[in-house]
C-alpha cells in the first residue's frame, strides 16, 4: 500500500502546509485533536524511529522548535502536547515517521487522534496564520 505522507511529499496527495525545507515538510493534521494539530515528516520514508536517518531526526526536531514557537504565536494555546509513536501497539497509524504537535487548551483530554475530518476553510486558514507567525 503506498504510503500517504510519500504522496505528499511528492505532490500527488493534498495537504495544508505550512513549511517546507530539503529535509522536512510541516503540514495539518487533516483529523485534528485540536485546532493548529500539526504533523512534521522527513521528506525520505522511513518507517519509525528504529529507520530515521539521525540527520532527518535532528531536522525534524529542529523544525519543531520553530513550527511549536508559531502554534504558540498564532493560536495561544495554554500549552503544546508534543508526540511520536512508533509501531502500531504504541498508536501509530501511518507509518512514515511523524511527530505530532498539538495545541492544547487548559482542561482538555490528552488525545493523539481524531476520527472528525477538519473543516477545510479552518484548517486553511490555520495553515495560513502558522504560514504567517513563521515568518515573524
Given at each position: 500500500?503506498?504510503?500517504?505522507?510519500?504522496?505528499?511529499?511528492?505532490?500527488?496527495?493534498?495537504?495544508?502546509?505550512?513549511?517546507?525545507?530539503?529535509?522536512?515538510?510541516?503540514?495539518?493534521?487533516?483529523f485534528?485533536?485540536?485546532?493548529?494539530?500539526?504533523?512534521?515528516?522527513?521528506?525520505?520514508?522511513?518507517?519509525?524511529?528504529?529507520e530515521?536517518?539521525?540527520g532527518?531526526l535532528?531536522?525534524?526536531?529542529?523544525?519543531s522548535?520553530s513550527i511549536?514557537?508559531a502554534?504558540?504565536?498564532?493560536?495561544?494555546?495554554?500549552?503544546?502536547?508534543?508526540?511520536?509513536?512508533?509501531g502500531?501497539?504504541?498508536?501509530?497509524?501511518?507509518?512514515?515517521y511523524?511527530m505530532?504537535?498539538?495545541?492544547r487548551m487548559?482542561?482538555d483530554?490528552?488525545?493523539?487522534?481524531?476520527?472528525?475530518?477538519?473543516?477545510?476553510?479552518?484548517?486553511r486558514?490555520?495553515?495560513?496564520?502558522?504560514?504567517?507567525?513563521?515568518?515573524d
Amino acid at each position: 500500500m503506498p504510503c500517504i505522507f510519500c504522496q505528499i511529499v511528492a505532490g500527488e496527495a493534498p495537504c495544508f502546509r505550512i513549511h517546507e525545507d530539503d529535509l522536512t515538510l510541516t503540514f495539518l493534521d487533516l483529523f485534528p485533536v485540536s485546532r493548529g494539530h500539526t504533523l512534521i515528516i522527513p521528506k525520505a520514508h522511513c518507517q519509525d524511529l528504529f529507520e530515521i536517518e539521525p540527520g532527518a531526526l535532528g531536522a525534524v526536531a529542529q523544525r519543531s522548535l520553530s513550527i511549536a514557537a508559531a502554534i504558540r504565536s498564532a493560536l495561544a494555546p495554554d500549552g503544546i502536547s508534543v508526540f511520536q509513536l512508533n509501531g502500531a501497539a504504541a498508536g501509530q497509524t501511518v507509518f512514515h515517521y511523524h511527530m505530532h504537535l498539538i495545541p492544547r487548551m487548559q482542561g482538555d483530554a490528552l488525545e493523539i487522534h481524531s476520527r472528525v475530518r477538519g473543516e477545510e476553510e479552518d484548517l486553511r486558514q490555520v495553515a495560513a496564520m502558522l504560514t504567517e507567525a513563521l515568518r515573524d
